[in-house]
C-alpha cells in the first residue's frame, strides 16, 4: 500500500530530492510549522537527499582544543570566556609536538578530518605562527583534512594559513543576525560574516555552522539557514545547546528532541550538497535517538570530546555508523 506524505513533503521531495534545487525561504517556513506526526516522513526525506547528493560515506572529525579558556569574548554559550565563573581553567596554547600528538590519536581513532580551536576573539602573531608551525608538521606526516577555527582573521592571517596547508576554515555564524546580539556582544555578526567572505575569497573551504536551542525563534532558524544558504560553506556544523554551568545560558532547558532532528533535516534541505555534520550537544538532546539523528540528512559526525564537553565513546559512534549501514570516509 502506498501512503501519501504530507503535501509539503511532497513540495520539498519535488523540489530538492528531484530537481536537486534548495529549499528556499517558503519552503522552510512550511517545513518547520509541519505537524509532529510529520516528521519522520521529513527525516527520512533528507536521509535521502542526503544519500542522493553526497553518498553513503560519512565524515568524521575530532576537534582539538589547543588553546582552553581565557577567551575575551562573551559569547553566552561558551565556558571558556574569561568573563564567566565557570569550571574550565585557562591554559596556554599547546606545543607544536602536542598539536602533532593529538593529530596522530585523531587519525589512530579512525578521524580524516582533524580541527584546531583556540579559545580567542583572534590569533596573535605568536599563535598564528605556532598554528602555522603545526599545521605544516601534521600535513608532512598524517594524511588528514586540518580544519582551523582560529576566530575572527584578517586577509593577511588567512593567506598565512592557505600557505601552511590548512585546507578548511571554521568560524560559526552560530544563529541568524537578529538573535546574535542576544548571544554575543563583544563582537557582531558582521565581523564574523567579514571573516567567512575572506576565506571564501581566498579559496579555502568555509566551515561555518551554529547551534541551535539558545532560545531563538523558529524566525531565527530560518534566517540563519537562509543566511548559510548566501554565504554556501562546504561544511555546516550543527550543535545543539548543551547549558554549561556559570554560563548566561546555563540554565537554558534542552531543546525538545523532535525539533533538534527537524532542524538538521531542513539544514539538509536547504542545503542539499554540503557536508552537513552532527556535532556537539547531540548525546545529552538525542539521547537513545544518535541513530535516528545520522538518518536526518547528516553526512558527517564530530566524535567526542569536544571542546569543553565529552561526548560517549567512538565504539558507539562507529558501531553506530555501521550498524546503519554507512561507510566511514578514509
Ligand atoms: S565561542 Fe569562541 S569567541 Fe566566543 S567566548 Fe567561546 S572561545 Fe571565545
Known amino acids: 500500500m502506498t501512503t501519501v506524505s504530507h503535501p509539503t513533503i511532497e513540495r520539498a521531495r519535488e523540489r530538492v530530492l528531484e530537481r536537486g534545487l534548495p529549499a528556499d525561504r517558503v519552503l522552510l517556513e512550511e517545513l518547520s510549522r509541519l505537524p509532529d506526526g510529520a516528521v519522520p516522513d521529513l527525516l527520512a526525506l533528507a536521509d535521502a537527499v542526503r544519500e542522493r547528493f553526497c553518498g553513503n560515506a560519512i565524515a568524521v572529525e575530532v576537534l582539538y582544543n589547543a588553546k582552553k579558556g581565557g577567551c575575551s569574548e562573551d559569547c553566552n554559550f561558551c565556558s571558556q570566556s574569561a568573563r564567566f565563573a565557570t569550571d574550565v581553567e585557562a591554559e596556554p596554547v599547546s606545543s607544536v609536538e602536542g598539536f602533532l600528538l593529538a593529530a596522530r590519536e585523531a587519525h589512530a581513532r579512525g578521524a580524516s578530518e582533524f580541527c584546531v580551536v583556540v579559545a580567542v576573539r583572534g590569533p596573535s602573531t605568536k599563535l598564528l605562527e605556532r598554528v602555522c608551525e603545526a599545521v605544516r608538521t601534521i600535513k608532512a606526516e598524517l594524511p588528514l583534512t586540518v580544519a582551523v577555527s582560529l576566530g575572527i582573521l584578517r586577509e593577511d592571517q588567512i593567506l598565512a594559513l592557505l ?168
Not at 247 to 260: K, Q
Not at 270 to 278: E, G, T
Request: aromatic fraction near 8%; hydrophobic fraction near 40%.
Open 163 to 330: 600557505e601552511a596547508g590548512v585546507d578548511k576554515v571554521n568560524h560559526n555564524l552560530e544563529t541568524s543576525r537578529r538573535y546574535f546580539p542576544s548571544v554575543c556582544t563583544t563582537h557582531s555578526y558582521d565581523e564574523r560574516w567579514a571573516t567567512l567572505a575572506l576565506v571564501k575569497k581566498h579559496g579555502l573551504d568555509v566551515c561555518c555552522g551554529g547551534i541551535i536551542g539558545m532560545g531563538e525563534e523558529i524566525e531565527d532558524r530560518i534566517d540563519f539557514l537562509t543566511s548559510l544558504q548566501l554565504l554556501d560553506p562546504e561544511e555546516v556544523p550543527i550543535n545543539f545547546l548543551n547549558p554549561r554551568p556559570g554560563t548566561p545560558f546555563g540554565d537554558r532547558s534542552l531543546l525538545e528532541p523532535i525539533e533538534a532532528l527537524r532542524f538538521v533535516a531542513m539544514a539538509r534541505l536547504a542545503l542539499p550538497r554540503a557536508l552537513v555534520r552532527f556535532a556537539g550537544g547531540r548525546e545529552v538532546t538525542l539521547q537513545g535517538l544518535q541513530d535516528l539523528g545520522m538518518r536526518s540528512g547528516a553526512s558527517g559526525i564530530v566524535l567526542g570530546n569536544y571542546l569543553t564537553t565529552s561526548g560517549r565513546g567512538d565504539n558507539d559512534d562507529f558501531a553506530m555508523l555501521d550498524r546503519l549501514g554507512f561507510e566511514v570516509l578514509a
